[in-house]
């Protein structure tokens, strides 16, 4: 195209903040058509909203290499720069970041539109000061105009990830080390908005949106971030100064430091930088510092070129011409792009050849598909041979293509792995843009566009889900205004929330944290909601000590409120008289509650004792009693000590001391005497068992529970013991209390020592055993005998004499037949 000659070239150069793009889009909508190349898509398209919101849709295009939305009336175009349409007849052209004629990979695109990309009246470089002396050598015709920064850039120090201030974009340059940031700053400031190059718009826009509407406070971003990205970040931490530009790791050039530096700021707001280490090879240097506050850079000497408009007549002519070395000092070689590298390796393919007779200008578009995956030269080329084996018979086979984009529409898997499939369909996209390389081409543009959609949903969903912690975000905003104005709110089943967002709930007077939370995060959210409780807590330990009698309870030796564990009994002065500690939990409170609630449980327990176990409290008193005499104490302190139940036989000598008046203040206190054992019946029932499991386990001494209701069980039954109501018989164990009753009906039975036949039906209907009768019997103090006539009975021989007998094996008949044989004394 023609440009008259006084066509206007501007140059406007600057550091960022500096309103160039702003400037350029202006001066576009003021022409009654317009071009801008951008050095990404992401800006592009940011660019083109913009554009659209001016101009309406039905006149704004927008051309990407995955991406053209081009209307019939289009006369705006929005373009990366290797998309810009040159054959397009614009009033106005601008060329976005023209600096990136320096960079190794994609120079010779950016020096290419510099040199040839005009507008019928108007043209714009934008770009750093150090183009300055490559303008006035290369475009000797353009005006350069400088323009100020907005506001100051300064140097911060090195911060570390837990100490950045709010409203931080921390940037680094893999993947790897992004993903690892953003998870670090999940943990310990609630998560990260991520931005990348690689990212669709979509989700690059659904990420930023976060980072604008104040959802977290810290973006991690690549270096995408200094291409003219807009975002309110305040500061810039640098989480190293070395890159891997494709051929080899590097040191950031002062450029490059200042080109993302210099998002920090905005308009005429003020903003800083700086590393995340004071030391070492990725912490700025003082003359680094100084260069990027001042925004003075070492002016570029050279860009870097490739033949523009190759010579397509043959395959080894588009090599040579692409291989061409430029012919002006400040132009300098292009390093091997990929594509040039693809179209070598297919060259030495003697089919490929054959096929691109009279298509080289096919194959060389071929050889324009992105690599977005990162293949490398090598698969890639296997790929793009492919791609063009098609191309040279025409089209690229519907099914093979439909195949291939349906293996990609899958929303599962995790970042990395969608993050692959949206680079995977950018091809895909690329390829449906291209309008001869397809049957239907609009069809496979508008689903490849909605695969990369879905795709970008769902890798923004899972970059939220693994990087973003609401809770904990919302969290920390609110501390930012000062502990006391967290909005904590506490349901009445205990629930506790910040803002909308739950972190837990206090059971009692223990906050736990949600289970969702990862450990990384419940220190942060314990030391917070414990500065928020405490008035809840107070107001709890008030309600415990003017509770009523009813609202407290025992399970297990627990103490609980309202189902909350209070305290715990312990052992004390004597079993009847346990102590009391409180829970852990309880630390919490004040000196003062606390003492209030350890009266209030030790109170309620001493009256839950005298009522669940009257017995154990007179006992209690007549062992410590001075006017009782030794024998009673004794037996009572024995009593106390089995919790209500003594075996008799080792308080034989107390027993026979006792004097008519101590009996009587046993019998008073509801103490049997009985043949074998002594003990409270009112203990045995179920109503009491749980008090006296709790002060046995107190002292160390509680073991099983039998089953309630039992009145004999076999004798390896856990709990079959004195300790828990039970004498063990040969192989069983009866209940005390029905021991006695059937010591009392053969007494009632006998006369004198006379022998008799007792009835069995009482120990029948018990469920005892031969054995087990015939061992209680001769404990109780009988001896089986015979008459003449071989009849069985008993005889009274004398006191009881228990003993601790081997179990014996039932045997079969009438239960006092079957102990004829048994002898003693």
Known sequence: MRVPDNARITAVLGPTNTGKTHLAVERMAAHSSGMIGFPLRLLAREVY??????????????????????????????????????????????LDEAQLGADPERGHVFTERLLHARGREETMILGSASLRPVIRHLVPEAEIVERPRFSTLSYAGARKISRLPRRSAIVAFSAEEVYAVAEMLRRLRGGAAVVMGSLSPRTRNAQVAMFQAGEVDYLVATDAIGMGLNMDVAHVAFAGLHKFDGRRRRRLTIAEMAQIAGRAGRHQR????????????????????LAIEAHRF????????????????????????????????????????????????????????????????????????????????????????????????????????????????????????????????????????????????????????????????????????????????????????GAGALPVTIEDNGDVSIDVHPIGRLDGFRFIVAPEARAADKRLLLATAEKRLTVERARRA?????????????????????????????????????????????????AGLRREVGARVRGWIAEAIRDALPSLARLADLSRDEQATAALRSIAGALEAGAGFAERLPLRAAIDALAAADRHRLRKAGVTIGALDLFDPRLLKPRAQPWRIALLAAQGTAGATPPTGATAVPRDTPGASLAMGFRPLATQAVRIDLVERIAQAAHEARNGRQPFAPDPALATSMGLHPATIARLMTELGFRPVQDVEGATGWRWHGRPQPRRAEPLPPQPGNAFAALATLRRG
């Open 49 to 94: 909203d913009r554009v659209v919101a001016l101009k309406g849709a039905e006149r704004v295009a927008l051309i990407t290499g995955e991406e053209r939305i081009v209307p019939k009336d289009a006369r705006w175009f929005l373009c990366t720069a290797e998309s810009m349409p040159s054959e397009r007849d614009t009033a106005f052209v601008a």
């Open 270 to 289: 003020d903003g800083t930088f700086g590393a995340l280490v004071e030391d070492g090879a990725e912490a700025f240097l003082p003359e680094e510092v």
């Open 298 to 481: 070492p002016p570029l000497d050279a860009l870097y070129w490739r033949e523009g408009r190759p010579d397509l007549s043959s395959l080894d002519s588009l090599i040579a011409s692409l291989s061409a070395r430029p012919g002006d000092p400040m132009l300098r070689a292009a390093p091997e792009a990929i594509d040039l590298a693809v179209l070598r390796r297919l060259a030495e393919d003697p089919a490929i050849r054959a096929r691109a007779k009279g298509q080289v200008a096919r194959l060389w578009a071929a050889c324009g598909i992105p690599d977005f995956q990162k293949l490398g030269a090598d698969n890639h080329a296997r790929f793009v041979s492919r791609i063009f084996t098609y191309l040279a018979d025409g089209h690229i086979p519907h099914q093979w293509f439909a195949d291939e984009v349906a293996r990609l529409d899958r929303a599962d898997g995790d970042v990395e792995t969608l993050a692959g499939r949206l680079a995977a369909i950018r091809t895909w996209a690329y390829i449906a843009q291209r309008g001869d390389w397809l049957a239907d081409p609009a069809h496979w543009a508008a689903r490849t566009l909605a695969v990369e959609e879905r795709l970008s949903d769902a890798l923004h969903t899972s970059l939220t889900q693994r990087f973003v912690d609401k809770r904990t975000s919302a969290l920390i905003r609110q501390i930012g205004g």
């Open 542 to 590: 008030r309600a415990v000590v003017d509770a009523p009698d009813d609202e407290l309870s025992m399970h297990a030796g627990e103490i609980r409120w309202q189902g909350h564990v209070l305290a715990r009994i312990e052992a004390g002065r004597s079993l009847a008289r346990p102590g009391a500690v409180l829970d852990p939990a309880l630390d919490c409170l004040d």
